[in-house]
C-alpha cells in the first residue's frame, strides 16, 4: 500500500513539473475623463494599460452603442455595432502579438441626461454615464473623473453587472464643485459600470426645457387626435342603422353613381357607362386588339336626369362609336371624377368637412413626428423637421388608402399600407413603438371614417343603408335564395355585377354561383361566343372597366412628360 501512494504522488508531482503556468490577460489600469455640457452631451477620453499575456489576432475594445465621432490614437475608427454595445479594433494597436500595451480612446455620447419617472410619479433629470461597457479582461484598477458644467448637486450611486449595487464596497470617490472623482479595483472580465446622478434643472436648462417641451408634445399629439375624433362625432358621423340584406340596387342610381351616394366622391364614368349599356343605350365591344368600342344604339331622353343627358351628349356628339381607350373617353372620365351632382340630395347643409377632419388628424401625424426625430437624435432640429414632414406624408397616404377601402379604386390602399409599415419600422428604431403604432392605426381608421363621413339626409341615409345593405347580400347569398332569385330574371347576375363591381365585391359574388352557367350577356360583346360562368363574367367585365381606365389613369403622366 505505501509502494502505490509513492507511486501516485511521484506522479503527480511530474505532472506538476511539466505543466506550464500562465499568467492571464488584463487591463492594468484604465482612466477615463468626461466632460459634459449644458446640453447633456459628453466627451469621454480613455486612456487604457492593457498587459496581453497570450497573442489575440483582433482584439476589441467596447464602447457604448451610440457613441460618435470615436478616435483611437488620435484616428478616426468605425466600430462593429452588436447587440449590447460597439467594438472597436485595437489590432493597430497590438498587432495581433502578447505584450503591454497602452492607447487611448475618445467618443462623443448625445444626452446623457434625460427625464425619469420616480417612485412618487414625479419627473426628474437624471444623468447616466457608462464608466465601462464590458471589457473582455479584467481591470486591476480604474480612475474615472466626471465634470459636469455647474456644482454637483449630491452624491451619485454606482451599479455593475456583476456586483450590482455592492460595487461600492471596491470604490472610493468624492465630489467637489463641478467633479466626481473616484477609483475602483478589481473588477471583472466582462464588467459594466454606470454612473447615476440626478440633476438640476440649473445644470442643463436646455435639455430641461427639451424634456418639458417633450413631454407637452405627447399631450399635443393625443389633443389633437381626441378634437379630430370630436368633430368627426359632432359634425361628421352618418347615422347608423341596423344594416338589412337588400337584393337589388337602389331605384334610379345607377353603377356609377354608387361611390357618390356612398361616399361623396365623383362620378365613375367607366360604370356610368356599362349601366347605359344595361338600359340600352349602348353597347360594349371588346375588339381584337385590347380596344373596347362603344356603340351608340339610341338618343337619351328626358326619361334620364339632366346630368346623364349632358354626359351622354359629351362622350358621343354626332358620333355613333366612341374608342373607350381613346383621349377623348379619358379627359371625360377624369372630367366626371370631379363631379358631385345632387350632393345636396345626399348631405345636410351644415354638414362638417371630412377635409377639416383629415387636417386635425395630419396636424397629430406632424407633431408625433418630431417626436419620432427627437427619439433619433435629442437635439437635431433638422432631424425633428425632417421626420414631421415624412410621418405628414405618411398619414395622408394612410387616410387616403382608408378612404379608398369602401370603392374599387384601389391604388390608394396599396400605396398606403407600405407607407404605414415604413412608419412603424422608423418607430420602432426610433424608440416611439407605442406611439406610433397608435398614429398608423389612427390615420387609417380616419381614412376610413372620412369616406362615409358626413350628416346625411333622410335619402342619403336610406340609400346608404340600400348599398351596404347590397354589398352584404353579395358577400353571404346563399345558392338557394340565389335560386329563387334566377328563377325570377335569369339575368339577375347580369344586372348586378356592376354595382358588385362599384362597391368592389364583384369576385365574392361570382363564387356564390359556383360553375353555373350563364345567359350570354346582351350589353358586353367579346370574341368569345359560348356561355360563361359568373366569375368569368366578372373579369371580362373588370378587365374591361379597367381598359376604360386605363387611359385616364396613365393621362396626368403622359402630359407631364409629354408621352
Known amino acids: 500500500m505505501k509502494h502505490l501512494l509513492a507511486i501516485f504522488l511521484a506522479i503527480v508531482l511530474c505532472i506538476g513539473l511539466t505543466s506550464t503556468v500562465s499568467a492571464q490577460s488584463a487591463g492594468e489600469q484604465l482612466r477615463s475623463d468626461t466632460i459634459i455640457d449644458s446640453h447633456g452631451n459628453a466627451v469621454v477620453n480613455l486612456t487604457v494599460t492593457l498587459n496581453m499575456e497570450e497573442a489575440v489576432a483582433d482584439p476589441v475594445f467596447p464602447i457604448p452603442a451610440d457613441a460618435g465621432e470615436i478616435t483611437l490614437n488620435g484616428g478616426e475608427q468605425k466600430p462593429t455595432v452588436t447587440g449590447q454595445g460597439a467594438l472597436i479594433s485595437l489590432r493597430s494597436v497590438t498587432g495581433g502579438m502578447a505584450g503591454q500595451f497602452t492607447f487611448t480612446v475618445r467618443y462623443t455620447l448625445p444626452s446623457v441626461v434625460a427625464s425619469q419617472t420616480d417612485e412618487e410619479g414625479k419627473e426628474t433629470l437624471t444623468l447616466t454615464l457608462p464608466l465601462l461597457s464590458g471589457f473582455a479582461y479584467p481591470v486591476e484598477r ?29 470604490m472610493q470617490f468624492q465630489s467637489g464643485g463641478s467633479t ?3 477609483t475602483a ?37 393625443v389633443v389633437f387626435a381626441l378634437l379630430a375624433t370630436g368633430y368627426y362625432l359632432l359634425t361628421l358621423m352618418p347615422k347608423i342603422r341596423r344594416r338589412k340584406s ?5 331605384d334610379g342610381i345607377t353603377a356609377g353613381e354608387t361611390a357618390l351616394w356612398l361616399t361623396g366622391r365623383g362620378v365613375d364614368l367607366s360604370l356610368l357607362v356599362v349601366s347605359w349599356a344595361q338600359l340600352g343605350y349602348l353597347r360594349l365591344q371588346v375588339d381584337d386588339n385590347g380596344r373596347v368600342l362603344l356603340h351608340k344604339r339610341m ?69 408625433s413626428g418630431i417626436l419620432l426625430g427627437q427619439g433619433f437624435h435629442p437635439h437635431s432640429i433638422f432631424l425633428r423637421v425632417l421626420f414631421s414632414m415624412l410621418c405628414i406624408g405618411f398619414a395622408f397616404a394612410l387616410q387616403s388608402g382608408g378612404n379608398a377601402l369602401p370603392v374599387r379604386q384601389k391604388l390608394p390602399l396599396y400605396i398606403g399600407l407600405p407607407c404605414g409599415f415604413v412608419w412603424l419600422v422608423l418607430g420602432i428604431a426610433g424608440g416611439e413603438i407605442a406611439m406610433t403604432v397608435f398614429m398608423v392605426a389612427f390615420q387609417f381608421l380616419c381614412g376610413i371614417a372620412a369616406a362615409y ?9 336610406q340609400v346608404m343603408g340600400q348599398f351596404l345593405g347590397l354589398r352584404k347580400h353579395m358577400y353571404g347569398v346563399s345558392k338557394k335564395e340565389l335560386q329563387r332569385l334566377l328563377k325570377g330574371n335569369p339575368e339577375y347576375f347580369h344586372d348586378l355585377v356592376p354595382y358588385a363591381l362599384a362597391l368592389d365585391c364583384d369576385r365574392r359574388f361570382a363564387r356564390r354561383f359556383a360553375r353555373l352557367r350563364l345567359p350570354e350577356c346582351t350589353y358586353l360583346i367579346s370574341g368569345t361566343n359560348h356561355q360563361m360562368t359568373a366569375g368569368e363574367w366578372a373579369k371580362l367585365l373588370r378587365t374591361t372597366v379597367q381598359t376604360l381606365d386605363a387611359k385616364a389613369n396613365r393621362l396626368p403622366f403622359e402630359k407631364l412628360t409629354g408621352k
Open 246 to 250: 337588400y337584393t337589388t340596387a337602389p
Open 185 to 221: 479595483s478589481n473588477l471583472k472580465d466582462h464588467e459594466t459600470l454606470t454612473m447615476t446622478l440626478p440633476v438640476n434643472d440649473s445644470l442643463f436648462p436646455q435639455t430641461a426645457v427639451e424634456v418639458r417641451v417633450m413631454g407637452m408634445m405627447d399631450i399635443a399629439v
Open 453 to 461: 363621413g358626413g350628416k346625411r339626409t333622410e335619402l342619403g341615409n
Open 142 to 170: 480604474l480612475e474615472f473623473s466626471v465634470t459636469l458644467p455647474g456644482e454637483v448637486p449630491q452624491a451619485p450611486t454606482f451599479s455593475s453587472s456583476y456586483y450590482q449595487q455592492n460595487i461600492h464596497s471596491l
Open 180 to 182: 466626481v472623482t473616484g
Open 299 to 367: 338618343d337619351m331622353g328626358n326619361e334620364r336626369s339632366t346630368f346623364e343627358n349632358r354626359c351622354f351628349k359629351s362622350l358621343f356628339g354626332r358620333r355613333t362609336i366612341v374608342d373607350g381607350t381613346g383621349y377623348h373617353y379619358a379627359q371625360l372620365c377624369r372630367d366626371l371624377r370631379r363631379k358631385t351632382p345632387g350632393i345636396k340630395d345626399i348631405f345636410r347643409p351644415r354638414s362638417g368637412n371630412p377635409g377639416i377632419f383629415r387636417f386635425l388628424g395630419l396636424i397629430a401625424a406632424a407633431l
